[in-house]
């Protein structure tokens, strides 16, 4: 069985620093693309930034400059590294990552979501 346990949410002042960090756990054959969504209240599910296996990573016009995505393929790991952060990216981020486990296709997969809020 997969799994994506997320860490490193929480309150920040603006202008603050959060590192988001989403390890895939189970029997993994191969990780594809990994990513961040996030989902303000009321609002849709939206992308953040996607790296690519061989780490490439692209990202929402809102976030280039601030937010740095990386990953450790060793350890089916991404990061998200949050700089300069503005209220109006208060959300839940959730991962998502492409995972080949048991059958010879990728399959989305889902972590259950951290809470990030930017507030003084």
């Known amino acids: 069985q997969v799994q994506l346990v997320e860490s490193g949410g929480g309150l920040v002042q603006p202008g603050g620093s959060l590192r988001l960090s989403c390890a895939a756990s189970g029997s993994i054959f191969s990780v594809g693309d990994m990513a961040w969504y996030r989902q303000a209240p009321g609002k849709e599910r939206d992308l953040v930034a996607r790296?690519?296996?061989?780490?490439?990573?692209n990202y929402a016009d809102s976030v280039k400059g601030r937010f740095t995505l990386s990953r450790d393929n060793a350890k089916n790991t991404v990061y998200l590294q949050m700089n300069n952060l503005k209220p109006e990216d208060t959300a839940v981020y959730y991962c998502n990552a492409l995972i080949r486990a048991g059958v010879p296709i990728y399959v989305n997969y889902w972590g259950q979501g951290t809470q990030v809020t930017v507030s003084s």
């Open positions: 790296i690519t296996s061989d780490g490439n990573a």
